[in-house]
């Protein structure tokens, strides 16, 4: 049995003349020790859902629970206060306490909970030692470097050993470098303390390197939950798709043509069959799909052949090791990414589609991409 | 080059402006209340401290027991309406309660009643309970009095706080009581000193109910007691009062230079990103 268990919640908020539906539906269960991250849009739920956890705020339905107990529960009429669920959370702001000094800070939690004076101190060295804090516990907040409080922030979460640790994008006040090195080391520490870990971001790079496993949140509902590699190489639908990878799938909306047991679409005037592992993912009804390829496997040939199409470029990205390519063919835009061959702006060039690698969705009803 | 000069001539010449038209009464006062005949400008000025040392030692005059009332009255007042209203600043920022909009508009209403229309009642009030002439019978209205402004302070104040603040304490293991004490009170607490001051300073000036609810130096506060040292020689003593009006501007003067500090420091330095 997992750990915390999330069992249809829901959460409306009222305004003065209209109720917003934050989230719906939402069911997901987080194993004991796992590294869980919620990723997804800004506005699309997941800082509420964290708060919900926490407690910060109650559901307008469903259920959360942590192992035996129930935390909230609106049939249950249920609601534990955040201080009696022995979790931690640090915030986006770090929220440190300005007017205490690091010690201090790190402390409040143990002091709060009438823990002993000695236990106390012995536990702030602890925590201030794993997170290279010991030598500014004197400091205000205010005289801290961002990473710094970023750290002490951690610290005072991860002081009274919680059963459960969340995070709301603790990182995105970092700079490029730092957020990189603490990233490494946060997961470091998750793996050395073991405690079972919910970590929120809309950064899809912060969710694929730290994520055991993530959820996708898009609009209030669960898009898809699985291990990075999973919504990397089997997205469900076409949303998960593009969020995830960077530079993003290429979508191509098309119309397939059923012929001789064969779909295939015609592009500037080449013919291409699809696979049949991908045909067998279509319906037969269907007239129009989504065909997303990955830009990695999107490959130039310097030589056209049977199944090449021809594209003009239009931008170009220079990364150092790789280079990503930008290009349009009849008013469809297209990138790829190209290690050796880089060709120049309003260059033509014939590109094949890896369709081995292709994945086929279907066209949403409302959006058009 | 010439609009840079001419910007800086307009700026020092406000500035001078706004600095005479402050500092001219206070200067003249000060003047006044060192001078051996304090009775028109432009005599020649001969320096002395004797109005000071006649309104301390004239044992008629009262002087003393004013200041002290005063000084006693107006603590207390700013002590209680700032502790209440920091309190009531706490609960109108942090929760939401049925009526909460109407509950600030009407305390804000109230404090717009004008004093001299609540001033009658207020006199039988306190005559009925027997608190005339006496401190808690000044305590009690001028608390009542300042709160609606201290708690409209507070409340700017405590919006200024992050809730994020208060998201950590709760999760940290704290009740709201102890969100309160051990959080946004001491962050707040530059708010807190300002508005102590503010509460300090609208008592100790107080005027109106000073005159109605006290008939002598039990609990007569200085701007009353001032007021009345013209009727007591038949002319008007202009030494004395300049010099008991500076004695009483010392107090007010030396806590804002002590709390300045506290006023001016950063309200939330360092709790956010910043």
């Not at chain 1, 909306?253 to 291409?272: A, D, E, M």
């Not at chain 2, 104040?157 to 992050?162: A, E, G, R, T, V």
């Not at chain 2, 969100?179 to 509460?199: D, E, H, N, Q, R």
Request: contains cysteine.
């Amino acid at each position: 049995m997992s750990l915390l268990n999330i069992v249809n919640l829901s959460k409306k908020f009222s305004t003065i003349n209209r109720q917003v539906t934050a989230l719906s539906s939402i069911t997901l269960a987080v194993e004991e020790k796992e590294f869980f991250v919620l990723l997804g849009p800004s506005g699309c739920g997941k800082s509420t859902l964290l708060n919900l956890i926490a407690g910060l705020e109650q559901p307008s339905g469903g259920e959360i629970s942590l192992g035996a107990t129930i935390f909230s529960s609106r049939a249950k009429r249920i609601h534990i206060a955040p201080r009696d669920r022995n979790i931690a959370m640090v915030f986006q702001n770090y929220a440190l306490y300005p007017h205490m000094n690091v010690a201090e800070n790190i402390e409040f939690p143990l002091k709060i909970r009438g823990i002993s004076k000695d236990k106390r101190v012995a536990m702030v060295l602890e925590a201030a030692q794993m997170l290279e804090l010991d030598k500014v516990l004197q400091a205000k907040p205010g005289e801290l470097s961002g990473g710094q409080r970023q750290r002490v922030a951690i610290a005072r979460a991860i002081v009274r050993k919680p059963s459960l640790f969340l995070l709301d994008e603790p990182l995105s006040n970092l700079d490029a470098k730092l957020r990189a090195s603490t990233r490494n080391n946060l997961k470091l520490l998750q793996k050395r303390l073991g405690i079972t870990t919910i970590y929120v971001t809309h950064d899809q790079v912060e969710a694929m390197t730290l994520g055991d496993r993530i959820a996708l949140l898009n609009n209030g509902h669960i898009e898809q939950i699985g291990t990075p590699q999973e919504l990397y190489n089997n997205p469900v639908n076409h949303f998960v798709a593009t969020f995830i990878g960077s530079p993003p799938m290429n979508l191509f909306t098309l119309n397939v043509t059923f012929n001789n047991n064969q779909y295939g679409f015609i592009v500037n005037g080449t013919k291409i069959e699809l696979p049949d592992s991908l045909v067998k993912q279509i319906k037969k009804t269907t007239q129009t799909i989504l065909l997303g390829v990955r830009p990695e496997n999107i490959e130039i040939k310097p030589e056209p052949s049977k199944d090449s199409i021809e594209v003009t470029v239009t931008g170009i990205e220079r990364l150092g090791r790789e280079t990503i390519i930008y290009a349009v063919c009849e008013s469809v835009s297209v990138s790829l990414i190209s290690s050796n061959l880089v060709p120049q702006i309003g260059e033509k060039v014939t590109i094949v589609l890896d369709l081995f690698k292709a994945h086929v969705f279907e066209k949403p009803k409302s959006d058009v991409n | 080059m010439r609009e840079n000069l001419l910007e800086r001539m307009l700026f020092y010449t406000g500035l001078c402006v706004t600095f005479v038209f402050i500092l001219a009464p206070v200067t003249f006062m000060i003047l006044m209340s060192f001078s051996k005949n304090p009775d028109f400008l432009g005599q020649s000025f001969n320096f002395t401290i004797r109005h000071f040392y006649e309104i301390i030692y004239t044992r008629s005059l009262h002087f003393p027991e004013y200041l002290a009332n005063s000084l006693i009255v107006s603590s207390i007042s700013a002590l209680i309406s700032t502790a209440i209203a920091g309190m009531g600043a706490y609960a109108f920022t942090r929760f939401n309660f049925p009526g909460k909009f109407i509950l600030l508009v009407g305390i804000l209403a109230l404090s717009m009643f004008p004093q001299i229309s609540i001033v009658g009642y207020l006199f039988r009030i306190m005559a009925g309970v027997g608190l005339i002439n006496t401190r808690t019978g000044l305590v009690l209205p001028y608390t009542a009095w300042v709160l609606p402004l201290s708690l409209w302070i507070l409340i700017s104040y405590f919006l200024q706080i992050p809730g994020e603040l208060d998201k950590a304490a709760y999760i940290d293991g704290c009740s709201p009581l102890k969100t309160m004490w051990y959080v946004i009170l001491p962050v707040a607490s530059p708010g807190l000193f300002s508005t102590l001051l503010l509460a300090f300073i609208f008592s100790f000036n107080e005027f109106m109910f000073a005159l109605m609810l006290t008939t002598d130096q039990a609990a007569r506060t200085v701007p009353v007691g001032i007021s009345l040292f013209q009727g007591l020689h038949g002319e008007i003593p202009w030494g004395s009062i300049m010099a008991a009006s500076t004695l009483t501007t010392a107090p007010v003067v030396i806590l804002t230079l002590v709390f300045q500090r506290y006023i001016i420091q950063g309200l939330t330095r360092g709790a956010l990103k910043g």
